[in-house]
Every structure is written in C-alpha cells, then in structure tokens.
C-alpha cells in the first residue's frame, strides 16, 4: 500500500534560519504529491503541491520538487518566520484520489525569534 | 462564505450514545472525505464518497457510517461511542481526481467520557 514518511519533530530553528523538511513516499502509482500545514486550533490549509516527476511547488517563500528518482518530496525554505511555527503534513494521492489522502505523521516546527 | 464547514467544531458525550457531525461544502465538488486526526496528530482517511461510489477504509469500525443527502453534504454518524473514538475529525472535499488538492473543514474535537 501508499506510505509517507517525513521527519518528526519537533524542529525548532531560529529566524531568518534555513528550512528543510524531509518527506520520502511509496505508492504504486504515479502518485500526486503535497504539503499542508495545520495551524494550532485549525484545519489544514494547502501549502503546495507537485502532480508529476519534476515538478515543482512553490507558495508563501516554501519550495518542493517531485523527485520520481529518489521518491522524495522534500520542504524547505529559505527564511523561516515566527509565523511558520506549525505542523507540517507531506501527503500523497493516488488512483485518481478515490482512497483520500495518504498522509505522513507531521513535523511540529518552531521557529523562536 | 466558508468553503468546509463542519459542526460542531466541540462535542462531549458519554459511552454508548449515539451522535452525528455534520459537514457542507459550497465550493460545487463531487468527492468528500473523512479524516480522523488522533492525539499524536496523525491523520487517517476513514471514508471518500462522491455520487458514484463510497470508499470504506477497512480499518474504520462499521459503527462509523457516512450519510450524504445530497452532493454538498456528508454527515458522520457514530453508534455506541467509545473511549477511543476520541479525537479530531475533519470533512474535506475535492473535485475528482487524484490531483486536485483537499479543502478541508475546522474540524470537530469529540470527547468520549
């Protein structure tokens, strides 16, 4: 079956430090690939998202490139904020989104100032 | 205009009861999913339905059933509540196909005491 692993945390990193978010997948498919970030109290909201190998996803200064190769979907960033302080969720769909979203564990990230 | 709304956003009730969640959406998609989100934040499709077919996760109790009256509705009905079905549930929803990012609700926290 599909599978995401992604780094636990949580990652706490000062501002203005360097993001990366480790995310790595399995699925039998040709997946489509995201990231959703969940705000303390709040639902999840999409962060970005890549459909096939090579793209790349971009939003709010966060970056992620679909790596067919390696499997990978990694986060980063290049200036955290004390408003990026939240959790992280790499996610997966496949057979065309019929069995939902396959989802990593997420990573609590903090940012101090 | 909120996109996915569920209610209610908090819901305590005591073991063997019986209670529903209920989520709309108004953004004219044809799938809608359950999720539920347990204490370490770990996120886990329960159902996807959209007019043409209900996908049951295997692992999710047939004390769970989903109920759609029409295509922007997608209630959660929960017989015999137990200790462990406490936790986040969140609605989502999407067009069809695997992708089209999920736009989820606030979610709804339920206490089983």
């Known amino acids: ?113 | 205009d909120t996109a996915v709304s569920q209610t209610p956003k908090y819901l305590v009730t005591q073991m063997g009861n019986d209670k529903s969640i209920k989520c709309e959406q108004n953004l004219g998609h044809d799938t809608m999913y359950w999720y539920k989100q347990d204490s370490k934040k770990f996120l886990k499709i329960m159902f996807s339905y959209n007019n043409k077919e209900l996908i049951i996760n295997e692992t999710v109790p047939n004390r769970f059933s989903p109920k759609s009256p029409d295509k922007a509705h997608l209630n959660l009905h929960i017989n015999s509540l137990e200790l462990g079905d406490s936790a986040v549930y969140f609605c989502a929803s999407s067009p069809s196909g695997g992708a089209y990012e999920q736009y989820f609700g606030p979610g709804t926290r339920l206490t089983v005491t």
């Open chain 1, 1 to 113: 079956g599909n599978s995401v692993t992604q780094m636990e945390g949580p990652v706490t990193l000062s501002e203005e430090a360097f993001l990366t978010i480790n995310c790595t997948y399995t699925a039998t498919g040709y997946p489509s690939l995201f990231w959703y970030v969940q705000y303390p109290g709040e639902g999840l909201q999409l962060l970005l998202k890549a459909t096939k190998a090579d793209d790349k996803g971009s939003n709010k200064g966060f970056e992620a490139t679909y790596r067919k190769e390696t499997t990978s979907f990694h986060l980063e960033k290049g200036s955290v904020q004390v408003s990026d302080s939240a959790v992280y969720f790499c996610a997966l769909s496949d057979r065309g989104g019929a069995d939902g979203l396959t989802f990593g564990k997420g990573t609590h990230l903090i940012i101090q100032p």
